[in-house]
């Protein structure tokens, strides 16, 4: 039924096996099975199936068919990362930092993903001369202050090769911080081994690990335990959330989730509008409802909880906050003040030109 070697599903077959699929919709399925990486480790799988059917966890780990809908706004690379890739494995979009992906391979494959395009086992791993291409890139660029591994997850590589790309980037002096992406610790936390913390606080720079998570449910005992460990190695963890549709939608929702975050001491940093990939038009939500739950949680939450709301322009373009507007400018006659400003109970007041 199983991967031997991962304990993980990754058919159709699989999927069907354990109770996750349903035989009628095999016909309508083999197009995304086809197109796109599909991988549950067996752990998570029990929880899909404990989830109620159609729930946050199924939708965002269950291949679904509407996948083969494509929206005409979307594209393969919705966010440019191939126009800002110099160099194999690199994605070089902001002046002071870079990412590096040394890996497409991730420990599940999120239905949603942006990346859908270029992430799976077939793509593997970058070779040893890639990859030294990749880190001679960040050492001659002499403004790089920040690298952000991602991919793909880094943290499905063994600690052992983690700890090599470290290695390399601790000779290179004008890079202060590297900061991990993963889904790991809530979709296979048995990889936060005490190797793999040994390798992050051997560091001399500074180690920052983003945990993306999208529902309070995915925070389970077990993912929580992993979560501690990298906290108590006093490795800062924030969060990073995507705004799906029938997932996360909702100001209740969203407030368990980001106050569960911070119970577990992540901090959360960014709710992402869901981007353009192919397939994906069932998970995006308006930016206009996007806005109304920002506004919601304004008045509803502690700042510790707030995420920054943000789109991903098209093209490769950047990120730009798109939260609500809380302060224009005022241009009425004879008024000598220059700003109105609405309050989180939506009360309008006046602030002067300074």
Not at 23 to 31: G, I, S, V
Not at 52 to 67: I, W
Not at 167 to 190: G, M, N, Q, S, Y
Not at 283 to 290: D, Q, S
Request: proline residues 7%.
């Amino acid at each position: 039924m199983t991967n031997s070697q991962s304990n993980v599903l990754t058919t159709m077959k699989q999927f069907m096996a354990y109770g996750l699929i349903n035989k009628k919709d095999k016909k309508q399925l083999e197009p995304v099975f086809d197109r796109y990486a599909a991988t549950v480790p067996l752990s998570l799988a029990q929880a899909i199936k404990e989830d109620v059917d159609g729930g946050p966890l199924a939708r965002q780990y269950v291949p679904s068919g509407m996948e083969v809908i494509s929206n005409p706004a979307e594209r393969d690379d919705p966010i440019g990362d191939k126009t800002h890739s110099p160099v194999k494995g690199i994605v070089h979009r902001y002046p002071d930092r870079v990412l590096l992906m040394p890996s497409a391979i991730c420990a599940v494959y999120c239905r949603f993903c942006f990346r859908r395009e270029q992430v799976g086992p077939s793509v593997g791993l970058l070779t040893t001369l890639e990859l030294e291409a990749a880190l001679n890139y960040i050492r001659t660029n002499t403004d790089i202050w920040e690298v952000i591994i991602t991919g793909g997850d880094p943290f499905v590589l063994s600690p052992k090769r983690i700890n090599g790309i470290l290695e390399a980037l601790d000779t290179i002096k004008h890079v202060a911080v590297v900061r991990f992406h993963t889904r790991v610790p809530v979709a296979k936390p048995e990889l936060i081994t005490p190797e793999l913390l040994e390798v992050l606080k051997s560091s001399s720079k500074s180690i920052f690990v983003a945990i993306h998570c999208n529902h309070a449910t995915e925070l389970t005992n077990n993912a929580a335990i992993a979560c501690a460990l990298l906290a108590d190695e006093g490795i800062p963890l924030l969060g990073q959330s995507v705004l799906l549709k029938e997932v996360n939608d909702d100001p209740e929702i969203l407030s368990d989730l980001f106050r569960t975050m911070v119970k577990h001491r992540i901090k959360p940093y960014y709710l992402h509008h869901p981007d353009l990939a192919p397939g994906t038009a069932h998970f995006r939500v308006t930016i206009e409802r996007g806005r109304e739950l920002m506004k919601m949680l304004r008045g509803r939450l502690s700042g510790l909880c707030q995420p920054t709301y943000i789109l991903d322009i098209p093209g490769g373009h950047g990120k730009v906050p798109i939260s609500e507007d809380y302060l224009k400018r005022h241009t009425e006659a004879g008024d000598n003040y220059t700003y109105r400003i609405t309050d989180i109970n939506g009360a309008s007041h006046t602030y002067p030109l300074q």
